[in-house]
């Protein structure tokens, strides 16, 4: 229940929706239970049991006090009155009229509780879909690592969803049928309390029933779940490598793959299901043996002359049946609430995951970039503990172009990472201006970065949003000016909306060297002084690469550059060559310093193998 307990606070801003809902619904179960008696003298007219010659009149015990025998009496004195005047047949049209316009007044206070409830559901899934959103755009990259995008984006929909449906919608009804019910208990006690009695022993059987299913429905939900979120990533993964799963045939093997964690999601949902839905049958059918004994115990009653006429029986039924479905429905939200903790719990695994890389409580502000980088020192490694960078030791003077080079796994990536501070280093430490990296203003620090993927990172969105990211102030002029750098400005023009294009989902509507050239030219408009290349011209033809090429050398110009470097075209004009093997500098230099040392470097350019 904790996890349900923190979905509850979410309610304090709708505090005022939650008290209307909750007035709205005393409105209507009393009003509900007016309707239904209603019925009552018109059931009195029917059966002739309208006394109307009464003078015998039934006071109130004490002065103040209410007495039901006094009301009833005085209706039935008015009721009589009325009939002696107008007549039975106008008595019941006016009594009908009444009834209809209770049922009717009933269901305006309960249309009124739904809106609320609707404003007040909806307010909750937005701020956690929020806040979800808000969490997952600060966690560390090594969580991403670790998770699979489609369970994520499965916590983001129907996760939430699940909360709406089994946490928010049983919690109104929690609300709700308490209302009814003790509404509908007072007056079934008023027209007979020992028939009441026997109607209420069979209530705890339902709870204990209810109470047993829903114990075994959290399990189940949450293995559901996760299956579900598997299934998603499935089918994300298989679009993204649409092109490769063809040409390697693979399609076979993968729709079998899919169909076979289908096919285990389908047997948990069916198991989680049927204890479902067995809790609805189970309280209609204690119900109706309650209403099949009530019926036989009514029936005594009235046959043996008791003190119950049939009218009030009828009456008693209607009310009794009407309590049934509240009574139901209170029930079937502990079994839902159940149900919703499953989603509940995975969505605050989310929103309770450490962030890694943690801002100290006062953060030094840094506006500016004024001498050098240095990595004094800094070992690292991932979750398994075998190192990736083993004491590296950098110093970068500010306006140097440095170059990574070394053969994959050399931990190239892992230096850029560390710089950008999306890992904390276990050893040493990495300065900017003398200052340790961890005692900056983490969002001051990377207003100073600018970074240029292998892959280009873009958004379904227009070119002009796309290249203005981060820079919401940016002028047209400022955005055409970075496309005019970027060797952007050509292709852009050219496009039917020019910079309001839309370029599709990641970009997809462009060729590699535009898309590249777009990334570029969303560098240029931040302008900043500390700039990562992961080697951006290494998938591009040989037009593009000249086009993607002169951007970056114009580019970094004015800028501080770490090069993570695949060709010689890169890393020939760099200032320093950083060699890497195995976490390790094994030599630094210039080319042609290198080239002349025959080390492993010189061995690198001949077999032209940066990958």
Known sequence: MKAFKRVLKYIKPYKLDLVLTVFFNILYSLFAIFSISSLFPILKILFDNVEKNTTEIIEPEGVGEFSFQHAQYLLNKYIADQMNVCGELTVLAFICLITVILF???????????CYVISLKSGISRDIRN?????IVKLPVSFFTDQRKGD???RVSSDVDNIQRYNLNPLIEIFRAPFM?????????Y???GLTLVAFIVLPLMGGVISMISKSLKRSSQESQHLLGRLISSVEETIAANKIIKIFNAENILTKRFFKLNSTWRKIYNKVEYRYELSSPMSEVLGSVTMIILVFYGGKVIIEGGDLTGEAFLTFIGIFFQMLDPAK?????FTDVARGNASAERIFEILDAKIVVEEQENALEIEDFNHQIEFKNVSFSYENDTPIIKNFNLTIKKGMSVA???????????IANLLARFYDPQEG????DGQPLRNLNLKDYRKLMGMVTQDSILFNDTVYNNIALGKEDATPQEIHHAAEVANAKEFIEKLSQKYNENIGEGGSKLSGGQKQRLSIARAVLKNPPIMILDEATSALDTHSERLVQQALDYMMQNTTSLMIAHRLSTIQNADLIVVMENGEIKEQGKHNELMEKEGIYAQLIRMQNFD
Do not use: C, H, P, W
């Open 104 to 114: 009717l007044l009933r269901n305006i206070f309960r249309y009124a509780a739904q």
């Open 131 to 135: 806040d979800l959103y808000a969490k």
């Open 152 to 154: 994520l984006m499965s």
């Open 181 to 189: 019910i003790i509404a509908s208990l007072v007056m079934l006690i």
């Open 191 to 193: 027209l007979n309390a």
């Open 329 to 333: 429905s209170l029930s079937k939200a």
């Open 404 to 414: 990574l080079v070394g053969q994959s796994g050399s931990g190239k990536s892992t």
């Open 429 to 432: 430490e990495i300065l900017i």
